[in-house]
């Protein structure tokens, strides 16, 4: 049994930054990906930026690359999402996910078996 949960959401003005924080436990022999995913109003759950456990290798959303940083703590059990010049279109429930997603599809929330319970970040002006 694999459980993740997330930590760090808020309320932040365009322009700031903000870091999420990951964590897991259980058997990491059921995933090696741990990744970003967020869901705004009324939009699907879309792929922000994933990392492999075992190479570090990363992939990001076109939307987010050059601002955001997805990173893993020594234990590679532990994520971090760093969320620079924030804009108005990152406002959502951002989850963490562990999974063994089709290598094809890292960014694809369907590839993803475990789940955290999400957490609020709202942008403003």
């Known amino acids: 049994e694999v459980s993740v949960m997330e930590s760090g959401g808020g309320s932040v003005q365009a322009g700031d930054s903000l870091r999420l924080s990951c964590a897991t436990s259980?058997?990491?022999?059921?995933?090696?990906?741990l990744g970003w995913f967020r869901q705004a109003p009324g939009k699907e759950r879309e792929g922000v930026a994933v990392?492999?456990?075992?190479?570090?290798?990363?992939y990001y959303a076109d939307s987010v690359k050059g601002r955001f940083t997805i990173s893993q703590d020594n234990s590679r059990n532990t994520g971090v999402l760093l969320m620079n010049s924030v804009k108005l279109e990152d406002t959502a429930v951002y989850y963490c996910a562990a999974g063994h997603p089709n290598p094809q599809l890292v960014l694809d929330p369907q590839q993803f078996n475990y789940w955290g319970q999400g957490t609020q970040v709202t942008v403003s002006s």
């Open positions: 259980g058997s990491t022999y059921h995933w090696m990906w």
């Open positions: 990392i492999h456990r075992g190479t570090g290798t990363t």
